[in-house]
């Protein structure tokens, strides 16, 4: 059974390209490298297995071979899936908060510990113990306990 298993995985193969033009494909790496699956979202087009990422990067080698440029080809995704596709989205009004959000978040978290931190500290009073206080937590911590 270890045979078999060990001999099924030494003789698999990472899939081929589709394409035989090796500059078409590394046009297409590099493309697609810079562009989000839309299925997986933490993966990018060129790593990911979906379906969908499949017929993305077919859609890019179709353009590619039709002599769109990189831009070209970027645009054309961008106006079809927004820009949320790109890993690097442009910084521009409508993606402001894709850049600033995660900051803005930071400062107001840590804003609001200190806030909480300085009401805490001012509700805790320090006051001494009375005598009668004092002399109940002496005894109680000069009691010998049995054995």
């Known amino acids: 059974m270890l045979f078999i298993l060990f001999t099924g995985a030494a003789m698999a193969k990472e899939a081929a390209p589709l394409e035989t033009d090796e500059a078409t494909e590394n046009r297409l790496v590099a493309i697609s490298s810079e562009l989000r699956c839309l299925v997986c979202q933490n993966e990018s087009l060129s ?15 179709t353009l590619i071979k039709d002599g769109k440029s990189d831009s070209e080809i970027m645009e054309f995704m961008v106006s079809r899936y927004g820009d949320f596709v790109r890993y690097r989205p442009p910084l521009k009004g409508t993606t402001l908060l894709l850049w600033f959000g995660p900051a803005l978040l930071f ?8 806030l909480y931190l300085r009401r805490r500290n001012k509700a805790i009073k320090d006051t001494p113990l009375s005598a009668a206080e004092q002399q109940q937590a002496d005894r109680l911590l000069n009691v010998k306990e049995p054995q």
Do not use: N
């Not at 790593?47 to 080698?61: K, Q, T, V």
């Open 107 to 114: 400062v107001g978290a840590l804003g609001a510990l200190v």
């Open 47 to 61: 790593g990911s297995h979906a379906e969908l990422a499949i017929d993305l990067r077919r859609e890019i080698r």
